[in-house]
């Protein structure tokens, strides 16, 4: 028998022997049926609010798609520590996801150095699910039609032009800041304990502006309550294409929107996470799914998941750095 046959079957029989072993592993043979059983997603946020609602929209459709009940779970305390600590130390084996939110993976763990999970070590990211955009709004008594004009009326009156701000380095609060710092002006924060009270205060006049939540401004902006200046994403938003991004309009590379994720365990196997993103994906294409989004104030924006790790770990790059030169931190 020639030399390269005996290589040959030494090779084959390897190989023969690499599957059954693998075949025989307990951790294979449970990927290979899952899902087997019901699907948990820990919601860290009370129920009845956005990510409750968008938990129980995939949950839904997950369900019907994957043939296992999904079983949504509020876990809601510590401003979203208890249910993302929780997602954080279940098993990775694929039967429990979560909801995750620039505030819990990005601003919670920027403002709490004793927060209990590392937003990068602890989970795996599965897909994205959307973002709210946010726009700067104005009263019409103030005169600046665009981001330019804002911009000017911010340095002839340095310090004066004012802003509501609901939670001290609330995402809110940073794209404000950002805002201020890219366009070298000083701006006036207002703090206030309700989103609500500061709306009723920026129509009344009683503040000049404020970085809104697109989908809630937009009534009043459309019947010339408010004026849009620019949303703060990148590009423009497809069910808003008329107001500007602040981006093409004098602050090139501002962006700031709130966005809300499908997360695992670490360590949750890779085929069961590429299983879920294309799921994920697949819903999120469909548009009864978007229109359901959209009435939560959420654009649908289907990712990888190599897309979605990058964008957490850009965001706690870009909000560290502004909070930590800000002065925010405390």
Request: proline share 6%; net charge neutral; no cysteine.
């Given at each position: 028998?020639?030399?390269?046959?005996?290589?040959?079957?030494?090779?084959?029989?390897?190989?023969?022997?690499?599957q059954?072993?693998?075949?025989?592993?307990?951790?294979?043979?449970?990927?290979?049926h899952?899902?087997?059983?019901?699907?948990?997603?820990?919601?860290?946020?009370?129920?009845?609010?956005?990510a409750?609602?968008?938990?129980?929209?995939?949950?839904?459709?997950?369900?019907?798609?994957?043939?296992?009940?999904?079983?949504?779970?509020?876990?809601?305390?510590?401003?979203?520590?208890?249910?993302?600590?929780?997602?954080?130390?279940?098993?990775?084996?694929?039967?429990?996801?979560?909801?995750?939110?620039?505030?819990?993976?990005?601003?919670?763990?920027?403002?709490?150095?004793?927060?209990?999970?590392?937003?990068?070590?602890?989970?795996?990211?599965?897909?994205?699910?959307?973002?709210?955009?946010?726009?700067?709004?104005?009263?019409?008594?103030v005169?600046?039609?665009?981001?330019?004009?804002?911009?000017a009326?911010?340095?002839?009156?340095?310090?004066?032009?004012?802003?509501?701000?609901?939670?001290?380095?609330?995402?809110?609060?940073?794209?404000?800041?950002?805002?201020?710092?890219?366009?070298?002006?000083?701006?006036?924060?207002?703090?206030?304990?309700?989103?609500?009270?500061?709306?009723?205060?920026?129509?009344?006049?009683?503040?000049d502006?404020?970085?809104?939540?697109?989908?809630?401004?937009h009534?009043?902006?459309?019947?010339?309550?408010?004026?849009?200046?620019?949303?703060?994403?990148?590009?423009?938003?497809?069910?808003?294409?008329?107001?500007?991004?602040?981006?093409?309009?004098?602050?090139?590379?501002?962006?700031?929107?709130?966005?809300?994720?499908?997360?695992?365990?670490?360590?949750?196997?890779?085929?069961?996470?590429?299983?879920?993103?294309?799921?994920i994906?697949?819903?999120?294409?469909?548009?009864?799914?978007?229109?359901?989004?959209?009435?939560?104030?959420?654009?649908?924006?289907?990712?990888?998941?190599?897309?979605?790790?990058?964008?957490?770990?850009?965001?706690?790059q870009?909000?560290?750095?502004?909070?930590?030169?800000?002065?925010?931190?405390?």
């Amino acid at each position: 028998m020639k030399i390269k046959d005996i290589f040959f079957r030494v090779a084959l029989a390897f190989s023969f022997l690499l599957q059954v072993i693998l075949l025989r592993s307990p951790s294979f043979a449970d990927n290979q049926h899952w899902p087997n059983r019901p699907i948990h997603i820990i919601v860290p946020l009370p129920a009845g609010s956005a990510a409750d609602t968008v938990a129980r929209l995939i949950g839904s459709n997950l369900s019907a798609r994957l043939g296992q009940p999904v079983i949504v779970n509020n876990q809601a305390g510590a401003s979203g520590e208890l249910g993302t600590t929780q997602i954080a130390r279940s098993d990775p084996d694929g039967n429990t996801l979560g909801i995750a939110t620039t505030t819990t993976l990005v601003t919670a763990p920027i403002l709490n150095a004793d927060i209990s999970y590392n937003a990068l070590n602890d989970f795996v990211p599965i897909a994205m699910v959307g973002y709210s955009p946010y726009v700067l709004v104005v009263n019409p008594a103030v005169a600046a039609k665009s981001v330019k004009d804002y911009i000017a009326l911010a340095k002839s009156k340095a310090g004066s032009l004012s802003y509501s701000s609901v939670g001290e380095a609330s995402l809110a609060h940073l794209a404000a800041e950002l805002f201020a710092k890219m366009a070298g002006v000083q701006l006036n924060e207002i703090p206030y304990k309700s989103s609500t009270q500061a709306v009723i205060d920026l129509l009344a006049g009683r503040i000049d502006s404020q970085f809104g939540i697109l989908t809630t401004t937009h009534q009043y902006i459309k019947d010339g309550k408010l004026t849009a200046l620019g949303v703060t994403t990148l590009s423009r938003v497809p069910e808003f294409p008329e107001i500007p991004t602040i981006s093409e309009s004098g602050l090139p590379g501002y962006e700031a929107s709130l966005w809300i994720a499908i997360i695992a365990p670490a360590k949750t196997p890779p085929e069961i996470v590429a299983r879920l993103n294309a799921e994920i994906n697949n819903t999120l294409s469909q548009q009864e799914t978007r229109t359901h989004l959209f009435d939560q104030a959420i654009i649908a924006d289907p990712s990888s998941t190599s897309e979605l790790h990058d964008r957490i770990e850009g965001d706690l790059q870009k909000w560290k750095d502004l909070a930590t030169k800000g002065g925010l931190l405390r």
